[in-house]
C-alpha cells in the first residue's frame, strides 16, 4: 500500500493539493482566499493531467538536430496550456467581481456579505 | 460553420459597433440568423441520412478534432430558435437595464453569442477536450452575464456561480485526464471503443468526477445551490438562455458520457442509474417545494428550473427506453417553456418595474397578451394534456412504470402538483386578485420587440404538444441505439 503510494507521488501530491484548496474554498469566508483555494485546485487537477505525459528518461518533444526517442507525451502538455488559459480569466473575471462587489458593499468577508442581504 | 459563425462574430461583436453602438444588436441578429440557416441545413441532413462527422483540417480521428453531428446535436436548433429569440428581446430590454452603461452594450451581445456559440459546441462536438473547452467558454460568459444586471447582490450571485461552476468544471477535467490515461484518446468514439478492457475501478472514478461536475452545471439536487440566485438576478433574456439552455449543457454532457461508456459496456451503470433516479426525484420535490413559497416571480421560475431538471434526470436514470424518450423531449419543451415564461416575467418587469407576484396582481387586465402567453407556459409545464409539457411527463411516467419503479411515477405526479399550486398562484395573481397599485392598471402592453419572442414561443408550446410526434421521430432512433448498446439495460 504505502510502496505503491510512493510510486505515484505524484499523483498523491495532487489529489492532496486538491483536498487543500478545497478546505480552503470551503472554509475561508474571505473571497480572496476562497479564490485562491480555487486556483490551487485547478493547478492540482493541471499537475495530475501533465504527470500523465511523462516518460522515464524522455525528452523534450521538439523536432530538430540531436532530437532523439523517447519523448515525453506532448498532448497532456497542449491540452494544459489551454487549461491554463482558461483558468487566467476565470481568475480575471473573479478578482474584477471582486472589486465590484467591494465598491458596492464595502467588504469582502462571506459572512458579513450574507449579513447585508 | 454552425459555431464558428457566432463565435466570430461574437469577437466582431465590438469593433462593428465601434462607430454607432446602435448597429450592435442588428449585428448579433444577424450572426444568429446565418447560425441558425446552418443548423437547420444540418438538422436536416441528419434525419435524412443520419448522424455524421465532420474532422477538423482534414486529420482522420483518433488524432484529429471532430465534430459529430447526430439526433443528440439537434438540441442545436432550440439553442438557434432560443438564442436568436433573446436576442431579439433584448434590444429595448438592456436599452432599460440601469446597470449597464450604453456604451457597454455591444459587449452584452458579445457574451451572448459568445454563450450560444459554446452551447452549439457542446451539442456537436466529438471530442473530449474540445467538450471541457466549449463547456468552460458557455461558464465564463454565462458568470458575466448574471452580472450584467446590476442589481444589488448581482455581484454576489455572479460569483457564487463562478465559485461553484469552476469547481465543477475542474471535476469534468478531472475525468476527462483520467480517461484520457486509462485509454490514450480523447475522441469519444475512440475512447469508447478502447474502454473495453479498460481497469474498472479508475473507471468508476472518472464518470463520478463526470457525472458530479455535470450534475452541478445541471444543478440538480444537492447542488443547486447556486442557481435561484443567478437565474434570477440575470436579465431577463439572459434567464431565459442560463434556464432553457445551459442547464441542459450538463444534461448533454451526461449524454455524451452514457453515449461512451454504454458503447463499451465497460462499467455497469446501474448504481450510477439508481442515484439518478432518487436525485431527480429528489429535485422534483424540493425545487417545487421552495417554489411554492416564493413571490419573486423570477425566483419562482428559477426553483422550477431544478425541479424540471429533476425530471430530466429521473428520465435519464430510468433508463427505460419511455423514460429516456421522455427525457429528451423534455430538454427541448422546457427550454421552449421556460423561455417563454421567463420571457414574460422580464416584460412584466419591464413595464410594471415590480418582481413580485403580490404587486403584479391584476396585470392581466393591463398585459392580457404577455399574461396569456404566460398562462400558456404555466399550462405547459405543469403538464396539462394539449401542451408541450404533457407528452414529456407522460412519457416519463410511462417509462417509470416499464422500468417497474411506480414509486417515481407517484413522485412525478406529486411533484406536477406542487407545479400546479404555485403556478395557479401566478395565473390567480394576472387575473383574479384585485391590483394592490392602482397604477398597474394603466401600464402599455410590451412593445413589439419583446411581445413576439414571447407568442411565438407560447405558440410552440401549445403546437409542440399537437405535433409531439415531430422530436419523438428524431429521438426514438437515438434512444434505441443508446440503450441497445447497453445490453438490454
Redesign the interface.
Known amino acids: 500500500m504505502i510502496e505503491a503510494l510512493w510510486q505515484n507521488i505524484d499523483y498523491v501530491a495532487s489529489v492532496l493539493l486538491f483536498c487543500i484548496g478545497?478546505y480552503a474554498?470551503i472554509t475561508k469566508s474571505n473571497?480572496i482566499k476562497?479564490?485562491i483555494g480555487?486556483n490551487i485546485?485547478?493547478t492540482s487537477?493541471f499537475a495530475?493531467?501533465v504527470a500523465?505525459g511523462v516518460v522515464e528518461g524522455g525528452d523534450a518533444p521538439i523536432m530538430g538536430v540531436g532530437a532523439s526517442p523517447p519523448f515525453i507525451n506532448p498532448?497532456?502538455q497542449s491540452?494544459i496550456l489551454?487549461?491554463i488559459v482558461?483558468a487566467v480569466?476565470?481568475t480575471a473575471?473573479?478578482l474584477s467581481?471582486?472589486i465590484?462587489?467591494h465598491k458596492?458593499?464595502g467588504t469582502i468577508e462571506a459572512d458579513e456579505?450574507r449579513e447585508m442581504? | 460553420m454552425v459555431v464558428l459563425a457566432p463565435l466570430v462574430g461574437a469577437v466582431l461583436t465590438p469593433i462593428v459597433a465601434r462607430r454607432d453602438r446602435r448597429v450592435a444588436p442588428w449585428w448579433a441578429l444577424g450572426v444568429m440568423s446565418v447560425t441558425s440557416v446552418a443548423a437547420v441545413a444540418l438538422m436536416v441532413r441528419v434525419a435524412q441520412e443520419g448522424p455524421f462527422s465532420y474532422y477538423m483540417s482534414g486529420w482522420v480521428p483518433p488524432i484529429g478534432i471532430e465534430f459529430r453531428f447526430d439526433e443528440v446535436s439537434a438540441f442545436i436548433g432550440v439553442v438557434c430558435l432560443v438564442g436568436w429569440l433573446a436576442v431579439l428581446y433584448s434590444f429595448r430590454y438592456i436599452e432599460w437595464l440601469r446597470g449597464l452603461e450604453k456604451p457597454r452594450i455591444p459587449y452584452y451581445y458579445t457574451l451572448l453569442l459568445l454563450n450560444l456559440a459554446g452551447i452549439i459546441g457542446i451539442s456537436i462536438t466529438g471530442d473530449l477536450f474540445n467538450l471541457f473547452v466549449f463547456l468552460e467558454i458557455v461558464s465564463l460568459s454565462g458568470y458575466a452575464l448574471v452580472a450584467v444586471s446590476g442589481e444589488r447582490i448581482a455581484d454576489m450571485a455572479a460569483f457564487k456561480y463562478l465559485l461553484i461552476g469552476a469547481v465543477s468544471s475542474l471535476l469534468v477535467l478531472l475525468g476527462i485526464g483520467l480517461v484520457y490515461a486509462l485509454t490514450g484518446s480523447l475522441n469519444m468514439a475512440d475512447v469508447s471503443a478502447r474502454l473495453a478492457d479498460a481497469p474498472a475501478r479508475p473507471l468508476a472514478v472518472a464518470i463520478g468526477a463526470f457525472t458530479v461536475g455535470f450534475m452541478v452545471k445541471a444543478a440538480i439536487f444537492p447542488l443547486h445551490i447556486w442557481l435561484p440566485d443567478a437565474h434570477a438576478i440575470a436579465p431577463s433574456p439572459v434567464s431565459a438562455v442560463l434556464s432553457g439552455l445551459v442547464v441542459k449543457v450538463g444534461i448533454i454532457g451526461m449524454l455524451r458520457i452514457y453515449q461512451i461508456v454504454y458503447g463499451s459496456g465497460a462499467v455497469d451503470m446501474n448504481g450510477l442509474n439508481q442515484v439518478l433516479m432518487w436525485l431527480g426525484a429528489i429535485s422534483i420535490v424540493m425545487g417545487a417545494f421552495f417554489a411554492v413559497f416564493q413571490d419573486d416571480i423570477k425566483m419562482m421560475l428559477a426553483y422550477s428550473t431544478i425541479s424540471n431538471i429533476g425530471y430530466i434526470v429521473m428520465g435519464l436514470g430510468l433508463a427505460s427506453s419511455f423514460g429516456v424518450i421522455g427525457a429528451s423531449i423534455h430538454v427541448f419543451n422546457h427550454a421552449l417553456i421556460k423561455a417563454t415564461l421567463f420571457f414574460g416575467a422580464g416584460a412584466l418587469i419591464f413595464r410594471t418595474g415590480k418582481r413580485t407576484l403580490s404587486e403584479l396582481a391584476g396585470v392581466g387586465r393591463s398585459m392580457p397578451l404577455t399574461a396569456a402567453a404566460m398562462s400558456i407556459g404555466a399550462i405547459s409545464i405543469v403538464g396539462i394534456p394539449p401542451t408541450a409539457g404533457f407528452l414529456c411527463k407522460w412519457y416519463i411516467a410511462l417509462g417509470a412504470v416499464q422500468a417497474e419503479q411506480p414509486f417515481f411515477a407517484f413522485a412525478l405526479v406529486f411533484g406536477a402538483l406542487f407545479i400546479f399550486i404555485y403556478y395557479i398562484r401566478m395565473v390567480n395573481a394576472f387575473y383574479f386578485r384585485p391590483p394592490v397599485d392602482p397604477e398597474i392598471l394603466a401600464v402599455k402592453e410590451a412593445p413589439a420587440s419583446m411581445l413576439v419572442p414571447i407568442l411565438v414561443l407560447a405558440a410552440l408550446c401549445l403546437i409542440m404538444g399537437v405535433l409531439g410526434r415531430l422530436p419523438l421521430t428524431f429521438i426514438e432512433p437515438a434512444v434505441t441505439r443508446l440503450l441497445s448498446t447497453a445490453g438490454g439495460g
Do not use: D, N, Y
Open positions: 478545497l474554498m473571497l476562497k479564490f480555487l485546485m485547478e487537477v495530475f493531467i500523465l498532448l497532456p491540452l489551454t487549461g482558461v480569466s476565470t473575471l473573479a467581481l471582486i465590484r462587489i458596492q458593499c456579505l442581504e
